[in-house]
């Protein structure tokens, strides 16, 4: 057995520049220093026994809670704390003393491996200072810029609240002058549409003598073309000669049948023509002219199918409508500038609404405890990389369009901040993007850390169609601790 | 990774689409393959062949004589060998072939030792050999022909009892006939003058000259060229093995249903429990009975079904006047019967027989028994970083990390995507910096690509694998198209191996290790998802050696990792295809299963058989590779995992990520707990691996190899054994709070590893579990070494101290065996430098003895504690050391569980050294 038994160690601490040395066991922090007394036997930290203090780092465990074997890899859960003079103390498990493996810049965790460790942490320490010093600097100006961002939004929020107040006034006003509008364009419609229909009906009169007159016009002329021997008398037989007449539509125009049209007679002069023309007037067809025939039958769809079209304008009987006289157009007019009004300030109140809308959806999004976020809202962010261009619009949606062509994909809609519990504006959430074959929509997290450039600086896709984005901001700059001129200097002693 | 869905790859994406479980109709049933179906058709009943017993020759170690098909009076050679170590090899040809058949090359270790056969006794009918000790007898009836091999007046195996042999004999195509039989005219005038009168050719059937499937073309040159033969086992109701099926351990009867099917075959999303072939085959069955163990290991690559026909099968076991009796038939597609039957009489010995043949496992490096953790893909060296690293924070041990083929520039392996890993050195150092190592994949299929160095090499040296017209072979794989090197061709695995030498292999380094996937070989636009059967390796058709090329490719890398370190080096190795004689080579693992509770199950099973046929280095994706697994499933697969031999979690790529910790604290810390007792008990794994690579027997074994005599552990498979000492219970039910493990061995007891609580053997136990249960019990007798300090990889480990688990028996003894060596070179091997030790404790007395004295290896590990189940307190507790000194040791007792804890002996490991307690 190689392992060493009670091994104290020698803690070479900087402090004031001087050097000062402070035995302890090995792995025990400064903490605890109490704890272990050489001349006193160990109690382990849990209490739970008693040990001689030679048991204390003797390379097997005997404490539940692994108190005992601070510096040996003997207890599982076991921790063993490096100093790292220059750097920042920490403490690793157990299970990696003596592992081969450089845990600690000062190299205590391996003392009996053979592993080659050199003490990096004055290095380590000069570069963390290097870095916590950028980081500072970045800081302390993102925290700056994050001011700003806060006051413009903060100014921002209270214009877009004052314009909403003012825009909710001026739709009240709106509101008011739509409702007077309303009552002028109904007041005006009413002696408008009264006129109208008088006007329609003198018309519709008009129309009905003409057709009558029509009528008896095509009677006397079918008369006479019925009127094959010109005796003056339609007979039966002359009836005959029109088997579309025919009433059964078997195709054949009987005697009995054609005689039923003539009301029981075998032959009618004109007058009593009349009261046989209503039955056959659909169904005559004109031997003068095909064209008319087919004119006729032609009517007969058209008024079949029922069509928004004004008859006016299929039927070559009927003339246009006559132009409204001058009081009545009058009426029109003057209704029709009523409607034209109402609608503008309906549209002017629609708009006004949209407009109290989206500031008041824009009011609604959580830009953060000050409103630091706002300024990302409706601005878009790119990425190119090799095969791909990026684009984060906060608050809105995440896409990605290949570089060369092609068409652009959704990584997913706003979602929530995500972060964690402490601080959730440290992540946002993109969700419900395209799907994706065999595999859930697309989904983007969006990581932000604090910068003095509002930037996207990588994508990348961890898990198939789960994308994760970082993203620089001065709004998440925390304020900088007071500043200690040099906070590591200070060693745990 | 299944040969599923490229997005490149239309006509594949096309197949997938469909495919939420496997598209059965990409694979052929019995009826569509034309030889099962025609084999198939016939049916038990008299046999057609005679032996002609004047024929017989006999020398020392090989007994032949021909035999003849009186229908058509073609003759066949038979040849009988007794080998060394109680076995049979019966093969069988043709007399005189138009040309010569297969006969499966590389899979035996060297030429089988024979040992002296006499005939002891001969009538006109028959002839009895001796097959030596025992009593055992080979009775060779004449007409019909048939062998019976008996041991007193016991028959153990009767062959062609059912008259199942047939053998379709070479033959010309008719419709070509005159002309060739001008041109071999010799050989054609030479049968027809046999005694027994012309060759009758059988009447032409369906699929016998071409044969479509789908919309390719077999064109099946040679004609029709299966091979048949049926095998009696009275008194046996249990038979195991033939994988790799995802089915139940003990073999189903196919009366009625398709048989299972030898045909290594990249199947999208495999079913479970049914007979379908899947990506490795294994052409040797088990029988067992509480008389017997026994062997049958047909030797043929070819496309193979085997039918299972049990007359006791779906019966309930009642005493009935028909004895038990289990009959199976081996059908082939081409080649001959060579088979080996191996006569037990115990499950060691037929392993032993076995193992004799063709190999025992390969040692692996310790490394290789710890957790792997793997994902398609690790997307480049950073993510690679971020994932080491989380094992780190999380404190969570790991070996390895693995790379899919997305590592690869375009998929043309050996090479290293630019943008991804531009440094893959750099990534390789970051983890032998923190002692750990990575998995790349290599595959088979090699993208055609004029600027693709290896690719342009193959072609040059005409290593490829032709098509039936002679031209370099080709089909679609991940690449594209691809060609597919011949791996058969001993030149091209020479070529192939010395690609793996670092100044070859582009940015690997010695800590990089190789993985060979899709090596069935997957090619998506072929036949079954495979190569076309008449594309030519040489002069054989791929028909001949499809079942071996996946063995080959893993030979051929793992012989590169040899000697990339000349030769020092133990290599690794992962492959997916595997034939007879893997092991040999490495691990395999059970292809691409699914997150499913059903595939967990079954991932027990399934490893239960490789092991029975000599792969013990079997595993399955941890965590089911299609679909995403609940936490719930996820940490189950992990603690059953960590008690499987290998032991890896992988994923598909379109499945959300699944690293340990990403599943909350408490999963966390559960799937933690899982690793850390895998890693605890390494030094176990390590003896069992050794023990397996010097002896053959299983490290996971079914209970009734250890049990051979208790007919209630014939069927388990929800529980296994490790080695001998340990018996795993894994929970495999979601949202289970229990389990009930049945406990063998009569008069035995069992011990809780966890709790430390006493179990009587023969028993049903009903044990509750919690979610971190994963009820393990260590037999009483036995004694475990571990290494209970868990480090972040196996390889810091190596010099810690171990603590002994000694399991009293009910007789108050135990006995275990301590390996130890440098855990990675063959040095064990070639100087003897090893530690093995036997632990045992009887008589109040706990020794360490030397196992191996001409051995020698100096290890820093120490016995740092010792703990006793099922002893009683001791007044005293003394260790002498080799020396002859004496010290007192101080010890706790744990009366309530009967406990005792001797603490820190302190002496190394390798030494002697004896505890007395008083």
Redesign the interface.
């Known amino acids: ?3 060493l038994h009670l091994l104290l160690t020698l803690v070479f601490a900087v402090s004031l520049g001087t050097p000062v040395e402070i035995q302890r066991p090995r792995g025990v922090p400064l903490t605890k220093k109490q704890f272990y007394e050489e001349s006193k036997p160990f109690t382990c930290l849990d209490g739970s026994r008693t040990i001689p203090f030679d048991r204390v780092n ?3 465990c005997d404490c539940k809670d692994g108190s005992d074997e601070p510096g040996t ?2 207890c ?1 859960n076991g921790s063993f704390h490096c100093t790292n003079a220059g750097y920042r103390p920490m403490f690793i ?1 157990s ?2 003393i003596n ?3 450089c845990d600690c810049c000062d190299t205590t965790d391996e003392y009996n ?1 053979g592993a080659k460790c050199e003490n990096t942490c004055k290095e380590l320490g000069r570069k963390e200072r290097e870095v916590l010093q950028k980081m500072a600097e970045i800081t302390k100006e993102g925290f700056l810029l994050k001011q700003q961002l806060i006051e413009e939004a903060k100014k921002g929020q209270q214009e877009k609240q004052s314009k909403v107040t003012d825009m909710q006034e001026n739709k009240k006003q709106l509101d008011e002058k739509v409702e007077a509008l309303r009552t002028v364009k109904e007041t005006a419609e009413q002696p408008e549409k009264e006129a109208k229909e008088r006007h329609l009906k003198a018309w519709e009169e008009q129309k009905a003598a003409i057709r009558l007159e029509k009528d008896k016009a095509k009677m006397a002329e079918t008369f006479l073309e019925l009127d094959d021997n010109e005796d003056g008398f339609v007979s039966v037989s002359e009836l005959q000669s029109h088997a579309e007449l025919d009433p059964d539509a078997d195709g054949t125009l009987t005697e009995i049948e054609a005689q039923g049209l003539m009301g029981g007679a075998e032959q009618v002069d004109t007058s009593t023509f009349e009261s046989v023309w209503p039955k056959i007037k659909d169904k005559y067809h004109s031997e003068v002219s095909r064209e008319e025939a087919d004119i006729s039958l032609c009517l007969c769809v058209v008024q079949a199918q029922p069509t928004i079209k004004t008859p006016e304008k299929t039927h070559e009987d009927e003339e246009a409508m006559p132009p409204y006289d001058a009081d009545t157009q009058a009426l029109i007019d003057a209704a029709q500038k009523a409607r034209d009004d109402f609608e503008e300030a309906e549209k002017a109140l629609r708009e006004m609404d949209d407009q109290i809308r989206n500031i008041e959806k824009e009011l609604s999004f959580d830009f953060g405890p000050d409103a630091e976020f706002t300024y990302l809202y409706s601005q878009c962010y790119e990425l190119t990389t ?1 095969e791909y261009i990026y684009r984060l619009c906060p608050f809105n949606r995440v896409s990605q369009k290949p570089k060369y062509g092609g068409s652009e994909t959704n990584l997913g809609t706003w979602g929530s901040w995500s972060g964690p519990e402490n601080n959730k504006y440290l992540l946002m959430k993109y969700e419900q993007g395209t799907g ?5 929509n697309r989904s983007t997290t969006v990581k932000l850390t604090c910068g003095k450039e509002t930037v996207v600086t990588s994508t ?7 994308y994760l984005m970082e993203f620089t901001t001065p709004a998440v700059c925390q304020e900088p601790a007071n500043i200690d001129p040099s906070p590591h200097d200070h060693v745990e002693l | 990774m299944a040969a599923s ?1 490229d ?1 490149l790859l239309p006509l594949v994406l096309l197949l997938c689409l469909s495919a939420q479980a496997v598209d059965r109709s990409n694979f052929k049933t019995c009826d569509q393959s034309a030889f099962c179906k025609r084999q198939r058709e016939l049916k038990p009943g008299q046999s057609p062949y005679r032996a002609l017993l004047d024929t017989l020759e006999l020398s020392n170690s090989r007994l032949s004589l021909q035999l003849i098909n009186d229908n058509n009076k073609v003759r066949l050679l038979l040849e009988l060998y007794r080998l060394q170590g109680n076995m049979t090899r019966v093969k069988i040809n043709e007399l005189k072939p138009l040309k010569p058949r297969y006969e499966v090359p590389d899979v035996l270790l060297s030429h089988p030792i024979t040992e002296a056969l006499s005939v002891v006794a001969q009538d006109e009918n028959s002839l009895v050999v001796s097959l030596g000790g025992k009593d055992q007898r080979l009775i060779l009836s004449a007409q019909p022909f048939r062998l019976d091999i008996v041991e007193g007046s016991q028959v153990l195996m009767s062959l062609n009892s059912r008259g199942l042999l047939a053998f379709e004999h070479l033959r010309t195509r008719k419709d070509t006939k005159s002309e060739s039989e001008q041109a071999t005219g010799q050989e054609n005038v030479e049968q027809q003058t046999d005694e027994d009168g012309q060759i009758k050719e059988d009447d032409d059937k369906p699929g016998m000259w071409e044969e479509t499937f789908k919309s390719h073309t077999d064109s099946k040159p040679n004609g029709p060229t299966s091979i048949s033969l049926d095998f009696s086992l009275p008194g046996v109701e249990h038979v195991y093995g033939i994988p790799e099926h995802a089915d139940t351990l003990k073999l189903k009867n196919t009366d009625g249903s398709d048989p299972y099917r030898l045909y290594n075959l990249d199947v999208f999303q495999y079913e479970l429990h049914n007979p379908m072939a899947l990506y490795g085959a294994v052409p040797v069955l088990i029988s067992h009975s509480t008389d017997r163990t026994m062997g049958i290991f047909w030797l043929n690559a070819a496309e193979t079904w085997v039918d299972i026909s049990s007359n006791t099968a779906g019966k309930v076991r009642v005493i009935s006047s028909e004895a038990p009796q289990t009959d199976v038939r081996w059908m082939s597609e081409s080649g001959i019967i060579d088979v080996f039957i191996m006569l037990g009489p115990k499950p060691a010995d037929v392993f032993t027989q076995y193992a004799s043949l063709t190999g025992t496992q390969s040692f692996p490096p310790l490394s290789a028994l710890a957790y792997h953790q793997c994902r398609w893909n690790y ?1 480049d060296q ?2 690679v970083k971020t994932v080491d690293q989380g094992f780190d924070e999380h ?1 969570i041990p790991y070996d390895f990390i693995w790379l899919d083929i997305e590592h690869a520039d375009g998929k043309r392996y050996f090479t290293w995507d630019p ?1 991804k890993f531009p440094q893959p050195k750099e990534m390789l150092q970051g983890l032998m ?3 750990r190592k990575l998995v790349a994949i290599v595959d088979p299929h090699i993208k055609v690509d004029s600027g693709y160095k290896i690719h342009n090499e193959i072609r040059s040296k005409n290593f490829y694998v032709k098509n039936k017209d002679g031209g370099d072979y080709e089909g679609w794989c991940w690449p594209g198209n691809a060609g597919y090197p011949d791996f058969t061709n001993p030149e091209m695995r020479t070529w192939w191996a010395s690609q793996f030498a670092y100044d070859q292999y582009e940015g690997s380094m010695e800590n990089q290790y190789i993985w060979n996937d899709m090596n069935e070989p997957s090619v998506f636009n072929g036949p079954e998802v495979t190569m076309h059967k008449d594309a030519l390796h040489g002069v054989w058709e791929h028909r001949d050696v499809h079942n071996l090329y996946g063995l080959y490719v893993q030979k051929a890398t793992a012989d590169g990792l040899i000697q990339r370190s000349e030769g020092v080096q133990r290599p690794f190795v992962l492959t997916r295809a595997f034939f007879a004689g893997s092991q040999r080579y490495g691990a395999v693992w059970t292809g691409d299963n699914a997150a499913e509770w059903g595939h967990l199950k079954i991932s027990i099973p399934m490893c239960l058989s490789l092991g029975l046929v000599g792969i013990s280095f079997c595993g399955a994706d941890v965590g089911g590779f299609f679909k995403h697994p609940s936490a719930e499933l996820l940490v189950r697969w992990y603690q059953a995992g960590a008690y499987q031999p290998f032991f890896r979690a992988h994923a598909h ?5 699944r690293e340990p910790w990403l599943f909350g604290p408490e999963n966390t810390a559960l799937i933690r707990e899982a690793i850390r007792q895998r890693y605890a008990l390494l030094p176990y794994w390590y003896q069992l691996f050794y023990n397996a690579h010097r002896t053959g027997q299983p490290v996971m074994r079914p209970l009734w190899v250890e049990y051979p005599d208790d007919f209630a552990t014939f069927s388990i498979e929800d529980e296994y054994l490790i080695g001998k000492d340990l018996l795993v219970h894994p929970v495999t039910d979601e949202g289970a709070t229990g389990v009930t493990a049945y406990l063998p061995g009569k008069g035995e007891v069992w011990y809780d590893v966890h709790t430390f609580q006493k179990h009587d053997g023969d028993q049903s136990l009903y044990i509750p579990v919690t979610m971190s249960s994963i009820p393990v019990f260590q037999r009483g007798g036995s004694i475990i070494c571990r290494k ?5 990889s196996s ?3 190596e ?3 171990y603590t002994l688990y000694v399991a009293l028996g009910s007789q108050g003894s135990a006995e275990g065996e301590l390996y130890i060596d440098d855990f990675h070179t063959f040095s064990f091997e070639e100087a003897k430098q090893f530690v093995h030790r036997r632990l045992s404790f009887s008589a109040n007395t706990l020794s360490s003895r030397n196992l191996a004295p001409d051995s020698q290896f100096s290890t ?1 590990s ?1 016995i ?2 010792i703990v006793i189940f099922g002893g009683s307190q001791p007044s005293s507790a003394t260790l002498k050391s080799a020396d002859g000194t004496e010290s007192a040791l101080e010890f706790e007792f744990d009366s309530t569980l009967a406990v005792l804890t001797l ?2 002996p ?3 490991a390798a030494a002697d050294w004896t505890i007395v307690l008083r």
Do not use: F, H, L
């Open positions: 057995m190689t392992c003797d390379d097997y890899a003997a599982p498990p299970s990696r592992d081969g493996i491996s090799s994706c074959w065999q595999g859930p990348s896709e961890p898990s198939r169609c789960e | 869905c997005s997307n950073e993510d404190d943008s910096d923190k002692r790529i379109d499945t959300p990520r209970d300090r868990v480090r972040r390889s810091c480990m010099n810690d101290p820093a120490w740092e504690k603490r820190k302190g002496v190394n």
